[in-house]
């Protein structure tokens, strides 16, 4: 048997001692005894407390301390051990190398055993199932270029390292990934506190992931758009009016198409040519969009990164999902709201937010960066730097494993020594007024 | 409370065991105590010369033969002395709460001093006045009234503040009356009452039952409550326990005298004492002429 919180028993064990104490040192009261010849007692005034120096009440005694340590134990929470694996492993996959590059699948393959989680992240965290977990990470979600979230991915791992309490006595998180500057954020640093133990840093190669990764990184204001196939109160058009007024409009030819409507033939040779054609219909149930699968509301919508991240909040509903690309824009949820597919020399955006008609939402700040994110030119590559060593070694830190008993469970599945426990107490809470009254009255 | 049944060791103990008079009684009928009337018994104690008006019967006639003078062959009586004992039942008796050993050790020695009267032929009754009024059996002679002044103790339990004192009003002033208390109640007005019925021709016994526990407090400290007056509340630990004995003999050595003083016979009985050593230590002729002063 071990106990997942041994603090209890300390904290028990003292209190029991206290009570021992005070059995043995603790002033108590006299007893009330009828006397007749009372009257011949001199008449001082009452004391009410005589010190008793030796062990008084023994059975109240050791029932109260049966009580305390009963309850000690079950809010040290006993679990009887079985067989458990000596280590159990999260391993977590930076979604990008690992679609990119079979180099970083298999390193994350290398580190997996039966029993163990695999996840692959990016900026949200995607269970792998099966035994070769890694052979078929998806690109479908892909964000960007620049790797995933370790805030989101030693998030993830944390969560569910909690599931290996049951088959493993101590969890390593293994993390796979370039491991970019822009994969650290400022909450990196104080979730990774959080784990006190080691964690595997496994750094694949940058130099092998392809160049085709096209991110927002640059909200062209000023590049030239051509917005068709919407009315001439269109919200976006009147959007990116306000864009084009802030920005100026570079002269020259238009770069990025906004279209409205249906795509044609023209629009296709356009983008193969180098244009930026962003698809972004005013009806979205009639687009071809597949339809998503519960039409609901979402709070907020996000694109761009860095400085040009633009972030709406509003109540969208949502009723189709972009097709499969590289996401460029993501709901509060996490899915995605716009992505990005490279045709030759250019490129398609989709966009599935709706954008009300009515309101003035389109002529915020928010929304304006939000379209002026969304209508830019496909980007160049992301260029983000590999993270130090220091932070690294900050990531990787020293030390032991965790063990799993020192791990929360997710659930609250109190064992059953612990109710067991509980509800003996509770017996023993009833008998001992029973028990101090019959001592009272002896 | 013991039951009639359980006094029979104590009777057998006491069986021939007499309990005679402090002084020459008056009494109606024939017993053995000596009476103060000169009779027609066997026993001669003296003649008298005879005088105008004299029984004719009781002339020595063969004195009178041989002498030719009259006199009369005088004799002392024997009469039976009526004993009525009143018990206190107040609550002060029923200590320790546990055994209620004072109440039972008053209960033996009635049921015995009983049997002991029982025994001289003598006319004897019970009185308890209680939470519940009076229990009382009449002073009666037949044999059977052992058992019934058993069944009758049976009925009381002690308890509340009764007083002996209104009790002692209803008993014939020319009994022997028997005080079986701690006099821990109105220990005062109950002796200016017998004083009243000494006085009026009654012999009075006071018998103060002391309970072990009350001579020899447990070194525990407590907080000792009077049973009869929840006020009264006082601290028995060692500092007051040294005052408390001195205290506690000095009154019963006050009580003592006091009721000596009065013309009554005075025995302490304590709760660990034989009974039929008390019963006995009761009706030894020490105590009948008056000459016992300690126990």
Same mark, same amino acid.
């Given at each position: ?32 005894? *009828? ?45 009887? &051990? ?19 590059? /079979? ?90 506190? $959080? ?8 750094? $694949? ?21 051509? $917005? ?27 770069? $990025? ?51 040009? /991240? ?15 690309? /590289? ?5 509060? =949820? ?21 954008? *009300? ?19 830019? *030119? ?14 690294? =070694?900050?990531?990787?830190? &020293? ?44 | %409370?013991?039951?009639?049944? #359980? ?18 009684? !008056? ?45 009369? !062959? ?6 039976? +002395?009526?004993? %009525? ?28 001093? @009983? ?29 059977? @009234?052992?058992?019934?002044?058993? !069944? ?18 209803? @008993? ?5 009356? @028997?005080?079986?208390?701690? +006099? ?10 017998? !004083? ?22 447990? #070194?525990? #400290? ?12 006082? #601290? ?60």
């Amino acid at each position: 048997m071990t106990f997942l919180a041994p603090w209890a028993l300390w904290a028990a064990g003292v209190v029991s001692a206290a009570v021992i104490a005070l059995h043995i040192l603790a002033s108590k009261n006299p007893r009330v005894t *009828p006397l007749p010849t009372a009257r011949f007692i001199p008449d001082v005034p009452l004391r009410a407390t005589a010190r008793a120096m030796r062990l008084s009440d023994v059975l109240l005694m050791l029932l109260r301390v049966a009580v305390v340590m009963l309850v000690g134990v079950a809010f040290a929470r006993p679990e009887m &051990t079985t067989g458990k694996r000596p280590v159990g492993r999260v391993v977590m996959v930076d979604r990008y190398p690992a679609e990119s590059d /079979r180099a970083a699948a298999d390193s994350a393959q290398k580190y997996f055993r039966d029993g163990d989680l695999a996840f692959a992240y990016d900026s949200a965290v995607h269970r792998l199932p099966g035994k070769a977990p890694f052979a078929n990470v998806s690109a479908a979600s892909v964000e960007s270029g620049s790797g995933g979230s370790l805030s989101a991915a030693l998030a993830g791992a944390m969560r569910a390292a909690s599931t290996l309490r049951g088959s493993a006595d101590s969890v390593e998180i293994v993390i796979v990934s370039t491991f970019n500057t822009s994969e650290f954020d400022a909450a990196t640093s104080a979730i990774r506190a $959080v784990w006190r133990g080691r964690i595997r840093v496994v750094r $694949v190669s940058r130099d092998s992931l392809p160049n085709d990764a096209q991110v927002i990184t640059n909200v062209d204001a000023r590049a030239n758009r051509d $917005v068709r196939g919407s009315p001439p109160d269109d919200p976006l058009r009147a959007s990116i009016a306000f864009v084009e007024n802030t920005g100026g409009r570079r002269a020259g030819t238009d770069s $990025v198409r906004m279209e409205r409507g249906s795509l044609s033939g023209i629009d296709t040779s356009w983008t193969q040519h180098g244009g930026t054609l962003v698809r972004w219909p005013a009806a979205l149930d009639s687009s071809g969009f597949p339809a998503h699968a519960r039409a609901d509301t979402a709070g907020a919508v996000v694109a761009g990164s860095g400085s040009s /991240r633009a972030v709406v909040v509003a109540p969208f509903v949502r009723v189709v999902d972009p097709p499969a690309g /590289r996401v460029v824009a993501r709901w509060a =949820d996490g899915s995605p709201a716009a992505t990005e597919r490279t045709v030759k020399e250019g490129c398609v955006r989709d966009v599935a937010i709706p954008l *009300p008609r009515a309101g003035d939402l389109v002529l915020r700040e928010s929304a304006r960066r939000l379209v002026a994110a969304l209508s830019s *030119p496909c980007g160049a590559r992301a260029i983000t730097a590999p993270a130090t060593d220091s932070a690294l =070694d900050q990531l990787r830190d &020293t030390g032991p494993l965790v063990a799993t008993r020192a791990l929360q469970a997710r659930t609250d599945s109190s064992s059953t020594f612990t109710t067991w426990m509980l509800v003996a107490a509770f017996v023993l809470l009833l008998v001992e007024p029973l028990l101090r009254r019959q001592r009272a009255a002896a | %409370m013991p039951l009639a049944g #359980s006094y029979g060791a104590l009777l057998d103990a006491l069986r021939g065991v007499t309990w005679p008079a402090r002084r020459t009684i !008056r009494g109606p009928a024939a017993g053995t105590h000596r009476s103060r009337q000169r009779g027609i018994s066997p026993e001669f104690t003296e003649y008298r010369p005879y005088r105008q008006g004299d029984d004719p019967r009781r002339l020595d006639w063969k004195l009178l033969a041989r002498t030719d003078r009259a006199f009369l !062959r005088i004799t002392n009586d024997r009469a039976t +002395f009526g004993t %009525m004992l009143m018990l206190d039942a107040s609550a002060s008796m029923a200590f320790p709460v546990a055994t209620k050993g004072k109440w039972e050790q008053a209960c033996r020695v009635a049921i015995g001093l @009983v049997a002991v009267a029982r025994g001289a032929g003598d006319p004897v009754g019970v009185i308890a006045p209680g939470e519940r009024g009076i229990a009382q059996l009449p002073a009666r002679t037949r044999r059977g @009234v052992i058992g019934e002044a058993a !069944r009758l103790l049976e009925t009381v339990t002690p308890g509340g503040r009764a007083s002996l004192v209104p009790a002692l009003a209803i @008993v014939r002033p020319t009994q022997r009356i @028997v005080l079986i208390s701690d +006099f821990l109640g109105d220990d005062d007005a109950l002796l200016r009452a017998a !004083r009243e019925r000494i006085t009026a021709g009654a012999d009075v016994l006071a018998i103060h039952i002391v309970a072990r526990e009350e001579l020899e407090p447990s #070194s525990a #400290s407590i907080i000792a409550v009077d049973p009869e007056h929840a006020e009264l509340k006082r #601290s028995l630990v060692d500092e007051t326990r040294a005052g408390y004995r001195d205290a506690f003999a000095a009154w019963r050595s006050e009580l003592a005298r006091a009721w000596r003083g009065a013309g009554a016979a005075y025995v302490e009985v304590a709760t660990d004492e034989a009974s039929d050593h008390a019963v006995r230590r009761i009706a030894s002729p020490a105590i009948a002429s008056g000459q016992a002063r300690e126990a």
